[in-house]
């Protein structure tokens, strides 16, 4: 009854999966565990691995043991008996899709073969940034509250990577969400999260832009003697407009025609010095509030 039993167990061809997803890190390597029978007295002539935007049935096959043309990203780590594991090298977003085996045997002196066709898909990791504003309306103003959040397409709602968060392609802090409370000008900028592990996987980029209503302009310098005297300028057109004689320059109530470029001069009695100037955008801010000279 038991040899029954096992002549009838491997007397059919069969692959299996253990997983049906899998996801991997673009540039990493990933295995997809495979397993396959066939009957006893059959012997293994070839094995392949095929995608979906091909036949699995026909090929072109990305691994074909019977073919010298299979890219070297792509490994057979299996065997010709019951092991039939593939290994793809330095992964790639066009790497994704639906995966099957396929074997080739003889048997009895005859030729056939057999796909595995419900194959694992493999997803390549995908980053973004979702925005959660806790107040207001759509407009980001001086106060506001947002709340940037990591999301690993991998992942689900798990949130279970690592994640790495970027403001100017400066790293700021880690975590899964980023929050951003009370804010103010300062927190205008370009942000950007990544895997911890693999930094090369970053998401697009998300722009905070703050309004605000407040602007204080800064002029310092560290010459010796002290400076005597600050003056500020403005650029309108080709001509230059003396605006002001304190180290800082205040805009209480921001108004469209500020918008412009500003630079300061510092001076003492061995003369004058210049900044670089600064833009003041009343769209799309881009504020550097301190001007060394």
């Not at 010298?68 to 057979?76: D, E």
């Not at 780590?77 to 099957?100: P, R």
């Not at 500020?232 to 921001?254: C, P, Y």
Request: net charge positive.
């Amino acid at each position: 009854m038991l040899l029954l039993l096992s002549s009838v167990l491997f007397s059919k061809e069969q692959v299996e999966y253990p997983q049906q997803h899998i996801c991997a890190v673009k540039g990493s390597s990933v295995v997809i565990h495979c397993s396959f029978f066939c009957p006893e007295t059959a012997k293994v002539q070839s094995v392949k691995w095929g995608h979906e935007r091909s036949s699995i049935y026909t090929g072109p096959f990305i691994f074909d043991s019977e073919s010298n043309t299979s890219s070297s990203r792509f490994q057979y780590i299996g065997d010709n008996i019951h092991n039939c594991s593939f290994k793809i090298h330095q992964v790639e977003h066009d790497d994704e899709g639906k995966y099957a085996f396929r074997f080739t045997y003889r048997n009895k002196n005859k030729m056939d073969a057999f796909t595995g066709n419900v194959g694992p898909v493999l997803t390549v990791a995908a980053l973004k940034v979702r925005l959660t504003k806790l107040n207001g309306n759509n407009t980001m103003k001086e106060g506001d509250s947002v709340n940037l959040t990591c999301i690993n397409r991998c992942d689900g709602d798990g949130l279970s990577s690592a994640f790495l968060w970027f403001k100017n392609e400066e790293p700021v802090n880690d975590g899964p969400v980023l929050y951003l409370n009370n804010m103010s000008h300062t927190d205008s900028g370009n942000y950007t999260c990544s895997l911890k592990t693999h930094n090369g996987t970053t998401s697009g980029v998300r722009n905070i832009d703050v309004e605000c209503d407040n602007i204080t302009l800064i002029c310092t310098s560290k010459a010796n003697p002290p400076v005597e005297t600050y003056t500020w300028f403005k650029m309108n057109g080709h001509n230059i407009i003396n605006i002001g004689k304190e180290a800082e320059l205040h805009f209480r109530k921001i108004l469209h025609h500020d918008g412009g470029q500003y630079f300061c001069m510092a001076s003492n009695k061995h003369g004058s010095q210049k900044s670089s100037l600064v833009t003041l955008k009343i769209k799309g801010k881009f504020i550097k509030m301190l001007l060394v000279v």
